[in-house]
């Protein structure tokens, strides 16, 4: 079955500066790769996804690259804030009529005023 | 249009009773999964059902663990005899219906299970 890896499992990082989280996969088949934000105690929350037929999606600070050869997809995170400071989780899936996603393990964010 | 509902959202059982946690999906969604969130893990799959199937159940458990989403009504995850591992946070998602379902699942608040 797939197998997803994380890094790193913390990050600190200083208001403004920028933040990247590495994801790899096993399976070359998976085809859908989202990132979910979770702050304490709350739900998942879709903030980014793509697909495999793209290599790099944006939406306002965020962005995600896919590099489909290697296996790996990362998320970037430009200029941050405060209320960025969460638990993220990238995960993937092969969409064949549904999907089931497997999650990496998550990435801890502390973004320092 | 209010998101994916869960409830309890917090359980507290004892070791052997039984623990029922239900999910009602968004409105106009059919597909509902079942993930399992131990301490400081990610989440694990456990269940994919549509209207009165289970279509995908590899990652549950083979024992004491079912899962089954009425024509009416939420979907139902149920564990029996519960022990202390089982002890976990249970999100459940939902996705819209297509040509099979699409990609994108929103997930409900979870339900907080705690066994003593």
């Known amino acids: 079955g797939e197998n997803v890896e994380q890094h790193p499992s913390t990050l600190s990082v200083q208001e403004g500066d920028s933040a990247v989280i590495k994801c790899t996969y096993s399976?070359?088949?998976?085809?859908?790769f989202p990132w979910y934000k979770q702050e304490l105690g709350k739900r998942p929350q879709l903030i980014i996804d793509?697909?495999?037929?793209?290599g790099e999606k944006k939406d306002q600070r965020i962005a995600v690259t896919l590099n489909k050869t290697a296996k790996h997809f990362s998320l970037h995170i430009t200029e941050t804030q405060p209320e960025d400071s969460a638990v993220y989780f990238c995960?993937?899936?092969?969409?064949?009529?549904?999907?089931?996603?497997?999650f990496g393990k998550g990435t801890m964010l502390l973004v320092s005023p | 249009n209010a998101g994916v509902m869960q409830n309890p959202r917090h359980l507290v059982r004892r070791r052997g009773q039984e623990a029922r946690l239900r999910c009602s999906p968004m409105?106009?969604?059919?597909?509902v999964y079942w993930y399992r969130q131990l301490p400081e893990e990610g989440l694990k799959f456990m269940v994919y059902?549509?209207?009165?199937?289970?279509?995908?159940e590899s990652g549950m458990p083979k024992e004491r663990f079912s899962a089954e989403f009425p024509k009416e009504g939420p979907s139902i995850l149920r564990i029996q005899q519960v022990v202390r591992g089982d002890s976990a946070a249970y999100f459940c998602?939902?996705?819209?219906?297509?040509?099979?379902?699409?990609?994108?699942?929103?997930f409900g608040p979870g339900t907080r299970l705690t066994v003593l």
């Open positions: 998602a939902s996705s819209p219906p297509g040509s099979g379902g699409t990609d994108t699942q929103y």
């Open positions: 399976d070359s088949a998976s085809n859908y």
């Open positions: 793509i697909r495999s037929n793209v």
């Open positions: 995960a993937a899936s092969i969409t064949t009529g549904y999907s089931t996603l497997t």
């Open positions: 409105k106009g969604h059919s597909h």
């Open positions: 059902l549509q209207k009165e199937n289970i279509i995908d």
